[in-house]
C-alpha cells in the first residue's frame, strides 16, 4: 500500500527514518550519562524549561548577549538573552524538556531526568546557559556586580561561538553560587563535559503540567 501522505509528508517513510535517528540520540544519552562526550543541547525555533532542585556552581559569571537562530518556519530571528556561566556546577533532580508540534499527532514533549533520588548529581565543566527567563532561590559568594564583560575573572569566559555580546557591556560574577528551585526557560545549553547519572529519556504526548517539567 502507498504511504500515507499528509501535507507534503509520507509518514511511513518519516517513521522509517525517525527509527535510527532516535536510536542514536539514545546512544548519545549513554554516552553523556558517562561523561564521554562535549554536551551542545539548542533547539533552533524553540524555547526549553529545566528545573532543578539545586545547584552549586563554582566560577558564575553572566552576562547579556544576543542568540542567532531560526524560528520553526526556517526564519533567521535573534534573540536576547542573559548567559549564565559556570566553571563547574553540580546539579541535582534536573530536568529538561521541549515541546514539538507534529502534524496529525499534536504537540509531542521531549523530556531528559537526571541527577535524581538515588544517582549522583549531574556534573558539568564549562557550562554556558542561555537564559531568557529564571526563577530561584539564589545565594552568591564574593559577587562583584557591574564590571565589564571583557574583564571577567570568574567563570569560563566569553562563549564566542557566533554568538553576539559586547565586551564592555554589563556583567557580574562570583566566585560560587548556590541556587534551588530552580525554574528557567532557556535557548541552548553548552558544556565542555556534562555527566548525567540515572539519565532518562521520554516522548509524551502532550504538553504543560505533568508532561513538560513545569
Not at 558539568?124 to 531568557?132: G, M, P, R
Not at 559586547?166 to 541552548?188: H, I, K, R
Request: charged share 15%; with cysteine; aromatic share 8%.
Amino acid at each position: 500500500m502507498e504511504s500515507q501522505v499528509r501535507g507534503g509528508t509520507r509518514w511511513k517513510r518519516f517513521a522509517v527514518v525517525m527509527v535510527p535517528s532516535v536510536a542514536a540520540t539514545a546512544c548519545i544519552g549513554v554516552a553523556l550519562a558517562q561523561g564521554a562526550l562535549a554536551a551542545s543541547f539548542s533547539v533552533s525555533g524553540q524555547q526549553f524549561k529545566v528545573t532543578a532542585d539545586t545547584l552549586h556552581g563554582k566560577g558564575f559569571a553572566q552576562y547579556g548577549a544576543v542568540d542567532s537562530g531560526y524560528t520553526l518556519d526556517g526564519k533567521k530571528a535573534a534573540r536576547p538573552v542573559a548567559v549564565s556561566s559556570f566553571t563547574d556546577a553540580s546539579i541535582t533532580n534536573m530536568c529538561q524538556s521541549v515541546v514539538t508540534p507534529v502534524p496529525i499527532l499534536g504537540n509531542i514533549t521531549l523530556r531528559l531526568e537526571a541527577g535524581g533520588e538515588g544517582h549522583d548529581a549531574v556534573e558539568a565543566h564549562n557550562l554556558y546557559i542561555d537564559v531568557e527567563d529564571l526563577k530561584a532561590d539564589a545565594t552568591f559568594h564574593n559577587i562583584d556586580i557591574g564590571v565589564a564583560a571583557k574583564d571577567m575573572t570568574q567563570g569560563p569566559g566569553m562563549k564566542g561561538n557566533g554568538e553576539q555580546a559586547n565586551p564592555f557591556g554589563f556583567a557580574q560574577q562570583a566566585e560560587s553560587a548556590d541556587l534551588t528551585g530552580v525554574q528557567q526557560t532557556a535557548w541552548a545549553t553548552t558544556a565542555g563535559t556534562f555527566k548525567l547519572s540515572g539519565l532518562h529519556m521520554s516522548l509524551k504526548k502532550g504538553d504543560g503540567k505533568g508532561i513538560e517539567c513545569y
